[in-house]
């Protein structure tokens, strides 16, 4: 796995787009699950996908499923939601992050993707106060619930983003 700049890897993948549309996976990084979100063929929504488990020990069934999801939805490349403090810093819990990142780089399964790091300041508390009048009874399913709608925002956010300085950049073009 590669690390490149936002803008860097959106540019390859529409590049990709010429020969085969490349789409984008979004992660949510939690202790214990890791949720995920899929970017539509086009680019421009973020649609949820599932939540992965996570504990020490199952890295290279993570791995795997990473894999098996690279191929079923073409992916180009991970939007990795990292959280910076308010002063763009990396916070206390980018270390579980970076970890889950560097594990997943040490396989070697998913040498060919490439990934970026985007702010994901308050993403589950939006989405806890979105799905607290739900009133979801089970624990487990409310922080999976969470997890996976957490990974939309951050892709959502990175997408939008891109999208926009993309137009600018052609706009300003013309």
């Known amino acids: 796995m590669r690390l490149l700049k936002a803008e860097e890897l959106f540019r390859k993948v529409l590049d990709a787009g ?13 202790s214990k699950y890791v ?9 421009k929504i973020a649609l949820p996908l599932s939540v ?15 894999k098996t999801l690279v191929k079923k939805y073409s ?11 308010l002063q763009g ?4 819990d980018a270390i579980q992050v ?3 990142v560097g594990e997943l780089s040490k396989t070697g399964k998913l040498d060919d993707l490439c990934y970026t790091y985007w702010d994901e300041n308050f993403t589950s508390k939006c989405v806890e106060a979105l799905l607290n ?3 979801l009874n089970a624990p487990v399913e409310t922080k ?16 939008d983003n891109m999208n926009r300085a993309m137009r600018s950049t052609d706009d300003c073009k013309e």
């Open 52 to 66: 992965l488990g996570r504990t020490k020990t199952n890295i290279n069934l993570m791995a795997d499923d990473f």
């Open 89 to 92: 810093q990396s916070s206390p």
């Open 144 to 159: 999976t619930m969470t997890d996976k709608f957490a990974a939309v925002c951050i892709l959502q956010g990175y997408l």
């Open 133 to 135: 009048p739900l009133k």
């Open 18 to 30: 010429s020969k085969k549309q490349g789409r984008l996976l979004g992660l949510d990084v939690g």
């Open 35 to 43: 949720g995920l979100a899929v970017s539509d063929p086009q680019n």
């Open 98 to 100: 970076s970890l889950l």
């Open 75 to 85: 992916l180009k490349g991970l939007i990795v939601g990292y959280p910076f403090n």
